[in-house]
């Protein structure tokens, strides 16, 4: 059982950064792929972003490409998110997800065995 907690949500302006936090209790935090994905109102979960085992990996969204950045700290448990230039599109829950080993798809939602509840992201203008 891995839980994840999310952190670092919350308002900010438009064209502005946050950086959003997971905090994982696995025994072997570094076992474990990490993905991000959000969900905005009325919308499915969609893939943002995602980082291998010792984080020399990392894959994004088209639409966050540029502006948002995964990283993880092994030695903290922790990956992060770092989302800057945020638009107006941007908006949504953001879970972290954890998976054990790639099967198929990393920017497949069903891959990933283990998910935070998530933390808000609002845009203000």
């Known amino acids: 059982q891995v839980q994840l907690v999310e952190s670092g949500g919350g308002l900010v302006q438009a064209g502005g950064s946050l950086r959003l936090s997971c905090a994982a209790s696995?025994?072997?935090?570094?076992?474990?792929?990490m993905g991000w994905f959000r969900q905005a109102p009325g919308k499915e979960r969609e893939f943002v972003a995602a980082i291998s085992w010792g984080g020399g990996r990392t894959t994004y969204a088209d639409s966050v490409k540029g502006r948002f950045t995964v990283s993880r700290d092994n030695t903290k448990n922790t990956v992060y998110l770092q989302m800057n230039s945020l638009k107006p599109e941007d908006p949504a829950v953001y879970s972290c997800?954890?998976?054990?080993?790639?099967?198929?798809?990393?920017?497949?939602?069903?891959?990933?065995?283990?998910w935070g509840q998530g933390t808000q992201v609002p845009v203000s203008s």
């Open positions: 696995a025994r072997t935090f570094s076992s474990y792929y």
């Open positions: 997800a954890a998976r054990s080993e790639v099967t198929s798809s990393i920017r497949d939602a069903a891959e990933y065995n283990y």
